[in-house]
């Protein structure tokens, strides 16, 4: 299990610490004039070692020291070569170092990663019903993302995070924030723009997924590019036997690609909080087994939506994820269970319609470079008050039951690339024949990137 780390961590850090304090040590020694080592100290074991009293020094004597010594650090510091260092000295601020003969903004250092996701594709209709802004949507090739990952800890208070993507089309910032790192009783809160927790995929990139294309539910229910905004976040690791995590967020409720059930791509002001979606979410960890490890979430949304004056959607979920993998032998076997469902409810002019969304999948890692997963998925038409199906404003055609059956084989070559065919059909009730696709899609990584959340 990967949790989120609470405390900094550098350890490249403290490697370059370590070789600025050697160079100096040895700058200092190649330019001091030699002096003769101490007589070796009398062994605390030798008779007569406890009776021999200490010199003393008179004052005159330790200010001709303090001036020797003085001079010999100005000495090393002249003779010292271009670009080498001498004694580090610790800066007010605390959190740098100056270092003469170097020219430093600090100990900062990104952690850089490209990723690469491309995909052919080929589809039996027209027009696919894909919902995902990450999707492939067309037959040929499609360029699914090009992901820059940066991350570093700033200081001992602070972690900064983002995620550029870069499509044919322009540069988007899908992720841009920041992560306090020492604050007291299990809390931590995150500031910018990210990705909510709602849920177990809704909070992951591409990359990290077991399928080419992500579940209708979240671009149906979020939009294409899931649940995002600007805003802040405060999670809190309770101190119970169990793992228990509480997480609230208040995050803009604009935006079609990741506010679609709420204002949208409407241009509401924020006149009070109300106007703000508000998530909240449980997470809890069972260690079932050495080998079977379960979590279960649940998560709410509420915010206002672009239907009429003071109407609001609310959106609830659950999530269970149960993973299995042998450490008491040596295996490379995985196997995995992902289901979330989520409903929803939205007031509308003279109306309250309802709809559930839902996917379960599984995942069989056989050997270290093989995988195959399935997929099934289900969405429901919108029906109102008195329980008949109605015209949903977001999806009229959404008239009848949508159900989707996906399936796929991944192969590593290594760690830093993979290739993943997939097939699919697509039953869509609102029309006459099933919409069948398939997808070769080649992911490449370059760089220093995080491990994921479990």
Known sequence: MSTVSRRPSDAFFVVSVVTLLS?????????????????????????????????????????????????????????????????????????????????????????????????????????????????????????????????????????????????????????????????????????????TKFGRLNPTHPHAWDFVDQPFAIGRVFGSEGNRGLGTEV?????????????????????????????????????????????????????????????????????PNASGYRNRTDVYGTDVYLRYRPITEASTTLITFQAEGFYRRRQVPGDVLTDFNAYAQAAWRFSQRWATAARYELGTPAKGEGGATVTDPLDPEWTKDRQRVSANVTFWPTEFSRLRLQGAMDRAGWRDSPDYSVFLALELVTGAHGAHAF
């Open 235 to 303: 999670s809190w690791l309770t101190p119970l036997p169990w793992y228990v995590e509480l997480i609230g967020s208040a995050t803009d409720a604009t935006g079609e690609g990741t506010a679609r059930s709420f204002l949208g791509a409407s241009d509401e002001r924020v006149l009070s909080p109300l106007d703000l979606q508000l998530t909240g979410v449980v997470k809890q960890f069972f260690p079932l087994s050495d080998n079977v490890s379960l979590m279960w979430g649940l998560s709410a949304a509420t915010g």
């Open 23 to 195: 160079t100096a040590s040895a700058a200092a020694q190649e330019t001091s004039p030699p002096t003769q080592s101490p007589p070796p100290a009398a062994d605390a074991g030798t008779p007569g070692a406890a009776e021999a009293p200490p010199a003393e020094l008179s004052p005159e004597e330790l200010e001709e020291i303090q001036k020797a010594l003085g001079a010999d650090t100005k000495s090393a510091q002249q003779n010292a070569p271009t670009g080498t260092s001498t004694a580090p000295q610790s800066s007010p601020q605390g959190n740098t170092l100056s270092v003469p003969g170097v020219t430093s903004s600090g100990t900062n250092f990104l952690d850089l990663s490209f990723i690469l996701d491309v995909a052919g594709a080929a589809f039996s209709s027209k027009e696919p019903l894909q919902t995902g802004g990450h999707d492939p949507t067309k037959n040929g090739f499609n360029l699914q993302q090009l992901e820059l990952s940066i991350g570093s800890v700033v200081d001992p208070y602070f972690r900064f995070d983002s995620n550029l993507v870069f499509s044919q089309f322009g540069v988007e910032i899908e992720e841009a924030y920041g992560t306090t790192l020492a604050l007291p009783a299990n809390l931590q809160v995150r500031a910018g723009q990210f990705l």
